[in-house]
């Protein structure tokens, strides 16, 4: 089988996990920016981010056969601090023109706050500004639905957005319904503990449809799986779905989404 | 999917869920000490469960879900699955 792992953290994953990913079939991986478990020190910390999502990783994933693309941004976590935020916003226009950069992502929100709403804002200008593709976080567990709801309203009100570019991801059997009806993206998460399982997820798909939407495993630096993708997989050929179904959902439509930017190719 | 084949794939492993849950709550109840929100909101998602409506995963999902919609001024604490 083939598929995209669209949302990973490699930055912390060891190397055995590019070359499962490679041997399971990942023909892609992109990742977003994200917190790093803990508060980084200033926007230097950032700097140094960036130029390892820009260059030394893709060059980690390039021995295992395997392109990288990275997002940009400040997440929700961080963008509390709005001094800190917009120092880092202000240095993102330089690592857009990197060749692996695909959009600005992923933004949103964490815990629902006027100070993430407000960099929230700024990231989606700076992306409609840009002509980015963008990658929105929403909050975790009992933060979700409002969250997603909050994020939803700001992107319809901003008309330069077409929401055939935005993928709004982490999306459950609560938020699902509201992401594709509003006609953007979803993204769907396969977690151990806190999101969704591969059970879970293809249920989602059979009763909403898959035509706009992604699975990843977001691995990140907690309990996450980097083959969360391709075991959903062997669960739907388990359910007696195709060969074809199967790659249309993990190879061909983050293909799709991602294509938009001319710099993803495979 | 046919009914029994849902059966076949996935019942022993519901099931084993299930008793996973009792056991909680049978722990929960052993142990000393007031409950709080999350115990109470955890009670009110297994009423989902017994529901004859469709959509129960929806259900309990918003049952843990802040259903407020105001922004807050300050970030408070991470999130911890009830609200
Ligand atoms: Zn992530």
């Given at each position: 089988m083939r598929y995209i792992e669209?949302?990973?953290?490699?930055?912390?994953?060891?190397t055995d996990d590019y070359a499962a990913m490679a041997t399971a079939g990942c023909q892609a991986v992109c990742e977003p920016a994200f917190w790093a478990g803990f508060d980084r020190g200033g926007a230097q910390g950032f700097h140094d981010y960036f130029r390892q999502l820009t260059d030394y990783e893709p060059k980690r994933a390039a021995k295992f056969g395997l392109p990288h693309y990275a997002w940009l941004c400040i997440n929700p976590k961080e963008a509390e601090d709005m001094k800190l935020a917009d120092e880092v916003l202000a240095m993102i226009p330089e690592f857009l023109?990197?060749?692996n950069v695909l959009g600005i992502g992923e933004i949103g929100l964490n815990k629902n706050t006027r100070n993430e709403m407000a960099v929230l804002e700024k990231h989606v200008d700076l992306a409609a500004r840009h002509g980015q593709l963008i990658l929105v976080h929403t909050p975790h567990l009992e933060d979700k639905f409002k969250g997603t709801r909050l994020i939803l309203d700001l992107l319809a009100a901003d008309?330069?957005?077409?929401?055939?570019?935005v993928i709004i991801d982490h999306a459950e059997e609560h938020t699902l319904p509201l992401i594709l009806e509003a006609g953007f993206w979803a993204g769907i998460t396969l977690y151990p503990e806190s999101k969704c399982t591969p059970a879970r997820a293809i249920d989602m798909l059979e009763v909403h449809?898959?035509?706009?939407v992604w699975l990843n495993?977001?691995?990140?630096?907690?309990?996450?799986?980097?083959?969360a993708v391709p075991r959903t997989a062997l669960e739907m050929r388990k359910r007696g779905h195709s060969p074809e179904v199967i790659d249309r959902l993990l190879f061909e439509n983050p293909k799709r989404f991602l294509a938009q930017c001319p710099k993803f190719h495979l | 999917m046919r009914r029994d084949q849902v059966l076949d794939h996935y019942f022993l492993e519901a099931r084993s869920k299930l008793i996973d849950l009792a056991a909680f709550l049978d722990r929960l109840e052993r142990a000393d000490g007031e409950e709080d929100f999350r115990a109470a909101a955890f009670r009110r998602a297994c009423e989902e469960l017994l529901?004859?409506?469709?959509?129960r995963a929806k259900r309990i999902l918003l049952a843990f879900?802040?259903?407020?919609?105001e922004l807050a001024k300050a970030p408070g604490g991470p999130a911890c699955g009830a609200s």
């Open positions: 669209p949302h990973a953290h490699m930055v912390s994953r060891v023109e990197e060749s008309g330069r957005l077409d929401p055939g570019r449809g898959q035509e706009r495993s977001a691995c990140d630096w907690g309990r996450s799986d980097p083959l | 529901s004859a409506q469709p959509e879900s802040d259903l407020s919609t």
